[in-house]
């Protein structure tokens, strides 16, 4: 299941800035999604750099902007919040993947 929200942003000089809020829900365990997320953003994937790690959480900065998740189990499902700027694209192919 994915559900989408676009933000915008101000930036400084009158522009907007784009912001991807996306959740989704798997079967895979919290672990597993947390070691598909720094396969897929990380060295070797995209190569962000990760700039903050926890069981939890996981930030990714680099290109000009960010990727951050936010993991956690519900039931039998593990709920993911994908929140980022300048990766949408890559951020909703990540999700798509996920089982």
């Excluded at 676009?6 to 947390?34: A, D, I, S």
Aim: positive net charge; contains cysteine.
């Amino acid at each position: 299941m994915l559900k989408c929200q676009v933000f915008r942003t101000p930036k400084p000089h009158g522009g907007r800035l784009n912001m991807l809020n996306l959740e989704v829900k798997t079967k895979l365990k919290q672990e597993e999604v947390v070691s598909r997320a720094k396969k897929f953003f990380g060295k070797g994937g995209l190569g962000l750099d990760l700039s903050e790690e926890n069981p939890a959480c996981l930030s990714f900065q680099g290109g000009g902007g960010y990727v951050t998740a936010t993991i956690c189990s519900e039931g039998d499902k593990t709920r993911i919040d994908l929140v980022t700027q300048e990766w949408d694209i890559q951020v909703k192919e990540f999700a798509s993947r996920l089982p």
